[in-house]
């Protein structure tokens, strides 16, 4: 084959045509699908993990662009598999950062990442008490916050359930401890 011969196409990609671009446009919805719904999501699972808006968004879509074009498809967990890749990204950026000297011009087009995170009083109080807490502490609660199981977030970090479990109920304790609320009997936690 010559430089210029354009190879065959495999088995799965010799569909007839309109088969294939049904096919196509059904996952291309579902990928959208995905997109739409976990950006949020996983937007705000950076900002309780320390990150800032822009650092979570930058991070999101960085986890997002290693996700494409046909891994997503392929893992049995792409939410969890998702947040472990974009808090990697953001630590990432934590060690590549420079401090600009001019002065950081607004994005052009698109979404602004603030619009994503908006929080009530609330949430700004769980979010400055979410830092207090230690690393692990933190990981766990969070977690648990986007709705994961311990044995789910233990296998996404590569940790051991009950050391999850453990490091929820203490920075759950701290939590309630910092934010002044009394304790109520929870059955489960």
């Not at 950076?46 to 960085?62: F, Q, R, S």
Request: charged fraction near 25%; glycine fraction near 6%; proline fraction near 7%.
């Amino acid at each position: 084959m010559t430089v210029t011969e354009v190879p065959a196409l495999p088995a799965a990609q010799t569909l007839p045509a309109a088969l294939r671009t049904t096919q196509q446009d059904r996952q291309l919805a579902q990928f959208n699908a995905f997109y739409r719904t976990e950006t949020r999501k996983l937007t705000v699972f950076l900002v309780n993990l320390g990150a800032t808006p822009y650092e979570a968004a930058d991070a999101v879509h960085e986890a997002f662009l290693t996700l494409l074009p046909d891994k997503w498809r392929t893992l049995e967990h792409p939410g969890a598999w998702l947040r472990t890749v974009a808090y990697r990204k953001y630590l990432r950026q934590a060690t590549d950062r420079t401090q600009p000297t001019d002065l950081v011009p607004d994005r052009p087009g698109g979404t602004c990442p603030v619009d994503l995170v908006l929080l009530t009083e609330q949430q700004k109080k769980v979010l400055a008490a979410l830092g207090h807490l230690p690393p692990a502490e933190r990981q766990a609660v969070v977690w648990k916050l986007d709705g994961f199981a311990h044995e789910e977030t233990a296998q996404a970090l590569g940790k051991d359930p009950a050391a999850v479990r453990q490091a929820y109920a203490r920075g759950r304790k701290r939590l309630i401890s910092i934010l002044g609320l009394k304790k109520e009997a929870t059955p489960g936690e």
